[in-house]
T-cell receptor
Framework: GENVEQHPSTLSVQEGDSAVIKCTYSDSASNYFPWYKQELGKGPQLIIDIRSNVGEKKDQRIAVTLNKTAKHFSLHITETQPEDSAVYFCAASGPGTASKLTFGTGTRLQVTL | DAEITQSPRHKITETGRQVTLACHQTWNHNNMFWYRQDLGHGLRLIHYSYGVHDTNKGEVSDGYSVSRSNTEDLPLTLESAASSQTSVYFC??????????????FGQGTRLTVV
C-alpha cells in the first residue's frame, strides 16, 4: 500500500518568514495530494490540493509543488502569520474516484512574533 | 449548511465494554471514513465505506467494526474496548465530481479514553 513520509515533525519560524513542509510517497500510481490544517481541538481542514497533471498550485500565501519523478510534494507558506500556527498533514490518494487517503505523520508549525 | 458531526465529543469507558461512536453527515456523500489520531502516527485509517451496505478494512481495523445502513451514518463500534484504543477518532466523508473525488470533510473528533 501507499506510504507517506512527512518532514519536519516540528517547525518554528518568525512571523513574516516562509515555511516549507516536505512529503514523499511510495506509490507511483497516486495522483491526488491534499494538504490539511488542524487547529487545536478541531478536525483537519483542507487548505490546498494538487493533482498529478500539474506541477504547482498557488492560493494567496500558500503554494504546493509536486515532483512526480521523485515522488515528493511540498507545502510552501509565505509571509507567515501567528494564525498559521497549527498541525499540517499531507496525504496521497491513488487513482479512482473513491480512493482512500494515506496521511503523513504531521508537522507542528509554530509562528513566533 | 451541510456538515459532518460526531458524538459524543468525549467518552470514558472501561476495558472490555462495547462502545459505539456516531458519525452523521448531511453532505449526501457516498464515501465515509474513520481514522484514529495518535501522537507520532498521524491519521490512520480504521474502516471506510463507499456506499450503503459497503464496508472495508483499513490499516488498523482489528477490534473495530462499522456498518452502513444509510448514506448519512457510519457508526464505529469497539467490540471490547482496550487501553490501546485510547485515542482521538475522526470521521470524514467525500464524494465524486466528474472523474475526480471531492475533498474530504472531517468531523470535530471524539476523544475516547479506555480505563
Amino acid at each position: 500500500g501507499e506510504n507517506v513520509e512527512q518532514h519536519p515533525s516540528t517547525l518554528s519560524v518568525q512571523e513574516g518568514d516562509s515555511a516549507v513542509i516536505k512529503c514523499t510517497y511510495s506509490d507511483s500510481a497516486s495522483n491526488y495530494f491534499p494538504w490539511y490544517k488542524q487547529e487545536l481541538g478541531k478536525g483537519p481542514q483542507l487548505i490546498i490540493d494538487i493533482r498529478s497533471n500539474v506541477g504547482e498550485k498557488k492560493d494567496q500565501r500558500i503554494a504546493v509543488t509536486l515532483n512526480k519523478t521523485a515522488k515528493h510534494f511540498s507545502l510552501h507558506i509565505t509571509e507567515t502569520q501567528p494564525e498559521d500556527s497549527a498541525v499540517y498533514f499531507c496525504a496521497a490518494s491513488g487513482p479512482g474516484t473513491a480512493s482512500k487517503l494515506t496521511f503523513g505523520t504531521g508537522t507542528r508549525l509554530q509562528v513566533t512574533l | 449548511d451541510a456538515e459532518i458531526t460526531q458524538s459524543p465529543r468525549h467518552k470514558i469507558t472501561e476495558t472490555g465494554r462495547q462502545v459505539t461512536l456516531a458519525c452523521h453527515q448531511t453532505w449526501n456523500h457516498n464515501n465515509m471514513f474513520w481514522y484514529r489520531q495518535d501522537l507520532g502516527h498521524g491519521l490512520r485509517l480504521i474502516h471506510y465505506s463507499y456506499g450503503v451496505h459497503d464496508t472495508n478494512k483499513g490499516e488498523v481495523s482489528d477490534g473495530y467494526s462499522v456498518s452502513r445502513s444509510n448514506t448519512e451514518d457510519l457508526p464505529l463500534t469497539l467490540e471490547s474496548a482496550a487501553s490501546s484504543q485510547t485515542s482521538v477518532y475522526f470521521c470524514a466523508s467525500s464524494s465524486i465530481q466528474g472523474t475526480f473525488r471531492t475533498e474530504a470533510f472531517f468531523g470535530q473528533g471524539t476523544r475516547l479514553t479506555v480505563v
